[in-house]
């Protein structure tokens, strides 16, 4: 983590397409080593504005600079800087992983026999790596799009809806590896997604954007705080009755019942209150758990839709 400039930064970008405005003035901007979430639901402009990040395609208006480069101006310079994976990895399916590496090492200069393995080891895929591709989950295809992404040291790592198709295990490999490399190599992410719940375990802060406008942007630990008002879960015996009780004592709480225990929202002081009472009254207590407010209550509070997965 660094308090210098901003790896990147946009200004009013947009994007028109035939009288029809698809990314509406975004600006905002990402500091180095964290990792950046774009949310929106689909069609909200994401892989739009990540063309446009990466010079795929060009701005209606607007700027976009990394690492202090204007794209526009300074193209190459500002490239050198990013690594990307717009849509998904081409990869060659009858080629094992290394060599895969080994052909898009080519389209840069200087990479090393060396830096491969320490983008190898980087990604976990060493003992794999003389596999052929074909043979690969789809978590260890995307990290080897991610090592491929990655062999030219970028300073800014850009991956457009990285987890689709990656199953449960697959998604939390992805994102304890994403998390790695901003905490320890110093690289930034900017990633991608249409998945609430992902976004909340993936990022430090999360840009809502919704039809081609900026709707909010999120710090990550504001929300998952434990304290102020938030949701809170008790797993207990006799979950309705129990329910009822707490309910009747805290009807701001918006008490609600399941079959296992009940959830409510709550002040962290009122937290040991109640443990007390349900122990007091009888109930067994099997677990209390403070969640925070979900990025999905802020989502909604924000775009006012229900446009969410
Ligand atoms: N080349 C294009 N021509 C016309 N409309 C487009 C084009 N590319 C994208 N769109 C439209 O722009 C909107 C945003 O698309 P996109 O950036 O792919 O959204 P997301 O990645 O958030 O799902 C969608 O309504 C899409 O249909
Ligand atoms: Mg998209």
Do not use: W
């Amino acid at each position: 983590m660094s308090n210098s400039a901003p790896i990147l930064e946009l200004r009013n970008v947009t994007k028109r397409i035939g009288g029809k405005t698809i990314v509406d003035h975004l600006s905002f901007d990402i500091p180095q080593g964290v990792v950046f979430g774009l949310l929106g639901p689909n069609g909200a402009g994401k892989t739009t504005t990540i063309r446009m990040i990466t010079g795929l395609i060009s701005m209606t208006e607007g700027s976009v600079k990394i690492g202090g480069l204007d794209v526009n101006s300074r193209f190459e310079d500002a490239m050198k800087l990013m690594g990307g994976i717009v849509e998904n990895p081409e990869m060659y399916k009858y080629l094992t992983g290394y060599q895969n590496l080994i052909h898009f090492s080519r389209m840069h200069e200087g990479i090393s026999k060396d830096r491969l393995k320490e983008v190898i080891d980087l990604v976990g895929l060493g003992n794999r790596i003389h596999d052929k591709v074909k043979r690969y989950s789809l978590g260890m295809r995307q990290r080897l799009g991610v090592a491929q992404a990655l062999m030219h040291r970028p300073k800014l790592l850009i991956l457009d809806e990285p987890t689709n198709g990656l199953d449960p295990a697959g998604i939390r490999e992805l994102r304890d590896y994403l998390r790695r490399l901003a905490r320890e190599e110093g690289i930034t992410v900017l990633v991608s997604s249409h998945l609430l719940s992902e976004m909340e375990l993936m990022c430090d802060r999360v840009a809502v954007i919704q039809t081609g406008k900026l709707v909010g942007i999120q710090e990550m630990g504001d929300i998952t705080r434990a304290d102020g008002a938030g949701h809170v879960r008790f797993d207990i015996s006799r979950p309705v009755e129990g329910a009822e009780i707490i309910g009747r004592l805290y009807p701001e709480a918006k008490v609600l019942a399941d079959t296992s225990g009940f959830e409510a929202i709550l002040e962290r002081e009122e937290i040991p209150v109640i443990i007390e009472q349900l122990v007091k009254e009888g109930f067994r207590v099997y677990g209390v758990k403070a969640s925070g407010r979900s990025l999905e209550d802020k989502f909604l509070e924000m775009t006012g839709s229900g446009q969410i997965e």
